[in-house]
Each structure stands twice: as structure tokens, then as C-alpha cells.
């Protein structure tokens, strides 16, 4: 049986009792988990040494590369950087974030507190409803002409107006305030709250872990999206996202538009262009990778839902 101690402060410890059958699961859980964070890290490693290696070695290298081939060089970068429809994609991706992050979770809360409230006659019929959608969807043919009617085509709103609320995060939120004791809510309207200021200024601040999760998701959904936008701005080049950009340089091979320092030969251009693949991959990954470990306590961390003072 493990023991329990207590520290100066009060706080008890568990101490696992060391058994052979206890060391061997550690052996191989740690050896399982190193080896399954290596599988991940790997293809990371490979683009970035790529991006920073000489163009003509690269042409040449197979298998995973460990470090940069040659001098390390940011030739590639220079190219990105300096292409403007990367920085027109860059523009218009985040825009899309920001937007559909922002008040997307906004709505989002709202919708989840209406349909969470016991005492409002329609949260049954709407709950249902909301997963109705969720699981049964009408296609991409009949939402095309919902918004073709609705003039949308060529236009931003083509983009922020199917991806500003998702059912599934509804849910979620609808779930967490559910969660939260009536007391609080009965408290704050006894002092004449009315239900916005309750829900922006009670209720939300304790479902914080929550939202976090709805506005990474939701980031991290817009971000990697290109599938709407070559459905809806096929007329609209200057509003695509930077995904649809790097689609059409990875998919239809399309790099030697980016390369405009190369010569003329095909070897030249191939080369810069095998380059600038992995450089175009880094510069539209890079940003939602360093902004994940900032929301990661969020994932991990719980909140106490305490009772009311008297």
C-alpha cells in the first residue's frame, strides 16, 4: 500500500511503493510517451531544417532531415516574405480569426446560456433543434445557394457568416453553465441584475477555462480553413485566406509564381521553389503552434465552483 505523509504546511503526499511490476509499467509508459512526442516532433523538425537548408542539396536529400543541409540560409523566407500574396493571405486569415473568434464566441455564449436556462419554455425545443443540425446537414450544394441568394459570393461575409457558431460549441458552453449553481444567478437579480449583465458579468468570467477552449477552437478552425473560400471567392483572389495560398503552391505545384529572384532555367526555379514549399509551411504554421502553449493551462486547469457567501 503506498504511504501517505504529511508536509510542514499540512498538505499530504502519496509515495508509491517501488515494485518490479511498478518499475516495468514506468519503463514503458516513459519509453511509449518519448517515443510517441518523437513521431510528432519529427515531420516539425524536418519542415524547419528544410526551410533553412541549401536549395540545391535539398533537391537531392531523402528521409528525415536532423539538421540544415549546407550553410543554413533564409533565402527561402526572403522570397515568402517578399511575395504579395503571401502577405494578402496573412491579412485576410487573420481578419477571419479575429472576427469569427471574437464574436463568434460571443454568440456562442449567448446561445448556450438561452438554452441552458431552466425556467425559459423554449430551451428544450431549440436544444433539440441545435443538435438536430448538428448531426443531419444539408450539403454543400444547397448552403452554395443560400449564399448565392443572399449576395454573399466574392465577398468576406461569404467566409464569416457560415463559420461564426458551431453546434458542437454550443454545447460545450451550454454544458458548462448548466454546471454553475442557480445561486448565483438568484443573487445577482435579487441586487436587479438584469440577464446580460448576469451573463457577461457573473456568469462568464467563471466559465473562463470554457471559453478558452471555444476560442482555441475556433482559431485554430478558421486558421487551417481554405475549403469555403475556394468554394465562395473563386472571383475574389484578393480575399483569400493564407491556406488557400498555400494550397494551390502545395497541391498544384504552383511555387515558381512565388520565386520571382530565380533564373530562367527550370533546375533554378525547381529548386528555389522545393524550397520555398517548406518555408510557405513554416511562416502559415508557426503562429498557431507559439500561440497554443499560452491557452495550454486552460485545457489542464479546472474551476472550482464554490457556494455563495452569506
Known sequence: MPKRLFSEKGESSVIEKRTPSRLVF???NYGFMIIFALLCIMPVWHVVMASLSNPR???????ILVKPLGKVTLEGYGMVLQNRNILVGYGNTIFYVLFTSVFGTILTAIAGYLVSRTDFKLAKPLTLFIMFT???SAGTIPTYMVIRNMGMLNTR????VPGLMNTYYIIIMKSAFEQLPMSFEESA????????TILFKILMPMV???????????????WNSWYLASIYLVKARDKWPLQLFMRDLLVKNDASKIVTNANDANAAINMAGNLVKYCVTVVGTAPILLAYPFAQKYFVSGITLGGVKG
Open 57 to 63: 542539396l535539398l533537391m537531392g536529400a531523402s528521409g
Open 157 to 160: 461575409w461569404a467566409i464569416l
Open 26 to 28: 514506468n519503463v514503458f
Open 208 to 222: 473562463k477555462p470554457t471559453l478558452a477552449v471555444v476560442v482555441m477552437f475556433t482559431v485554430i478552425m478558421q
Open 134 to 136: 448538428m448531426i443531419f
Open 189 to 196: 437579480k435579487l441586487d436587479g441584475a438584469n440577464s446580460l
